[in-house]
């Protein structure tokens, strides 16, 4: 691992890996004092999803998460040379952590479904999985940017709620990817 990455000539110290998603790695970052995201892109294979240029997808995505009223991160930067975005971080535990420990506040579940009145209303279908929410200050983020054409099918209330609960399919994904 990289001890530091840089993003347009700034240098950030590299502190965790906070994930891998379909479009790259996210990079917990630090530089003089301040915490951020940085998401390098990656162009690896995914059997269910086609990609077109994932920066410009970031960039627009962005601009129409806040555009619906979404509470998304800050982007920061864009360094379209070394495929680096650069985010505000959002501290805290993902809604993922929380539902395994069973301790997801119903508040969540309540934002989460006006989150996605407001994104359909905008047609827009985020990424449920719950991996991708925080809540911090009694708010919850969306800390991805990714958003698709509304679609019923992929919709928080007929695919994505089914992981905010300790389901059958919540439990499998949670033994196959913590470890435990």
Not at 158 to 180: A, D, I, M, N, V
Request: with cysteine; proline share 4%.
């Amino acid at each position: 691992m990289e001890q530091t990455m840089t993003v347009n000539g700034w240098e950030f110290q590299v502190i965790t890996l906070l994930g891998h998603g379909k479009g790259g790695y996210s990079w917990l970052v630090s530089r003089e004092g301040r915490e951020y995201v940085l998401k390098q892109i990656h162009h690896e294979p995914c059997d269910y999803y086609v990609f077109g240029d994932k920066l410009e997808a970031e960039e627009r995505d962005y601009q129409r998460l806040r555009n619906a009223g979404i509470p998304v991160p800050g982007l920061l930067d864009i360094d379209r040379i070394q495929e680096r975005i650069l985010k505000e971080y959002i501290p805290g535990r993902t809604v993922c952590d929380l539902v395994a420990e069973g301790s997801l506040l119903q508040e969540c579940v309540t934002q989460v479904q006006a989150l996605s009145k407001a994104a359909r209303d905008a047609g827009l279908n985020l990424d449920w999985f719950p991996t991708n929410f925080i809540p911090f200050e009694n708010r919850l983020f969306y800390v991805d940017y990714e958003c698709n054409a509304y679609m019923e099918e992929w919709s928080l209330e007929h695919w994505g709620l089914r992981y905010w609960t300790r389901t059958p399919e919540f439990l499998e994904y949670w033994k196959q990817h913590s470890g435990k």
